[in-house]
Structures are given as C-alpha cells and as structure tokens.
C-alpha cells in the first residue's frame, strides 16, 4: 500500500532562517501532494499543494518542490518567522491505474520551532 | 461561508459504551473523509465518501466501526462498544470533489475513561 515517510521529525531554526521539510513516497502513481499546518489542539490548514505534473510551486514565503522519478517532496519556508511554529504534515493521493483515489496519506509530522 | 462543522468537540465516555460523531461538510462539497488523529500521532484515513458511490471503507479499524452519509451532506461516525484504544480525535474533512483539496474540521476528541 501507499506510504509516505516525512524528515525530521523536530526541526529548530532561528528567525529569519530557511526551514525545508522532506517526505518520500512508495507508489509512482500518486498525483497530489498537499502540506499541512496544524498548531496545538488546532485543525490542520492546507498551506500548499502539488501535482505530479508541476515540478515546483511557490506561495510567498512557501515553496513545495515535487522530484517524480526520485519520488520524493519537500516543502520550503524562507525568513521563517516564530508565528510558524507547528506541525507540519506531508501527505499524498494514490492514483492506481487512471483512478484517481481521494484519501491521503499523511507522514508521521515535523514539529518546527522557530526561535525568536 | 462556513468551514468543514464537527460535533461534539470533545467527548468523554465509559469503555462499552456507543458513541456517535457528526460532520458537516462545507457546502457543495461531494467527497467526505474521516480521520483519527492519536495523541502526538499523524492522521489515520477511516472511511470516504464521494458522491452517491460506495464508500472506501479500507480504513476502518475493526467492525466497531461505521459511518454514513445520508442526502449527501452531513456524515456521522459510529463507534460501537468502545473501547480504551479508541481514544484520540477524530478529524472530518471535505472536498469540491475527489483529489481536490481537503479541508477539514476542528474535531472531535474521543475518551474513553
């Protein structure tokens, strides 16, 4: 089945810092790959998505790369800043055989701290 | 408008019990997922409904567990028996439509004393 493994797991930087979070994924069929926020007790928040025929997207002071033939992705923050303290998920959707699949698959989380 | 509604948004109940979890979707929107999220964990996929097909059930656990969807909108989670391992908080999300963007809901934390 699908799996999606999510590097590091802690993540300190200082303010002002670049932060860059990395996940692989097993199945070559997946086709999209969204980023998610959540902070304590707090619903995860889409922040950036990606598709399998895009190479990179930007969004501010968020970048998520995609390499297919490495299968693996990996989200950027620049002049990161304390209010971007949380988890981060990576997560993926299986694409089997032209059938796009709706559920995501989630890596196990980074919990980024940026010290002021 | 109005975001991706769950309730409650906390539960507590005794091991044996029944407990049922209610999602409302944001408007319009034919997929409906559920996720169970354990205390410092990523997020496990449950169950999935699109449209008026057969719901993706893979993720269900054990047989304790259901879910529907009725009229399309509004979803409940129903966990029977409940046991101690069941505890966590569980997360509903929706989207326009199938590999869409997902949004999701504040949860419902489950415990089970």
């Known amino acids: 089945g699908e799996n999606v493994e999510q590097h590091p797991s802690t993540l300190s930087v200082q303010e002002g810092d670049s932060a860059v979070i990395k996940c692989t994924y097993s199945?070559?069929?997946?086709?999209?790959f969204p980023w998610y926020k959540q902070e304590l007790g707090k619903r995860p928040q889409l922040i950036i998505d990606?598709?399998?025929?895009?190479g990179e997207k930007k969004d501010q002071r968020i970048a998520v790369t995609l390499n297919k033939t490495a299968k693996h992705f990996s989200l950027h923050i620049t002049e990161t800043q304390p209010e971007d303290s949380a988890v981060y998920f990576c997560?993926?959707?299986?694409?089997?055989?032209?059938?796009?699949?709706?559920?995501?698959?989630f890596g196990q989380g980074t919990i980024l701290t940026v010290h002021p | 408008g109005a975001g991706v509604s769950q309730s409650p948004s906390n539960k507590v109940t005794e091991k044996g019990k029944d407990v049922e979890l209610r999602c409302d979707p944001i408007?319009?929107?034919?997929?409906l997922y559920w996720y169970r999220q354990s205390l410092g964990q990523g997020l496990e996929f449950l169950i999935y409904?699109?449209?008026?097909?057969?719901?993706?059930k893979s993720g269900l656990p054990s047989d304790r567990f259901s879910a529907e969807r009725t009229g399309g909108s509004v979803s409940t989670l129903t966990i029977q028996r409940t046991q101690q391992e069941d505890s966590a908080v569980y997360l509903c999300?929706?989207?326009?439509?199938?590999?869409?963007?997902?949004?999701f809901g504040d949860g419902t934390r489950l415990s089970i004393l």
């Open positions: 999300a929706s989207s326009l439509a199938r590999n869409q963007p997902q949004h």
């Open positions: 199945d070559s069929a997946s086709n999209y």
């Open positions: 990606i598709r399998s025929n895009v």
């Open positions: 997560a993926a959707i299986l694409n089997a055989g032209g059938t796009s699949y709706g559920k995501l698959t």
């Open positions: 408007s319009g929107h034919t997929a």
């Open positions: 409904f699109q449209g008026n097909s057969a719901p993706d």
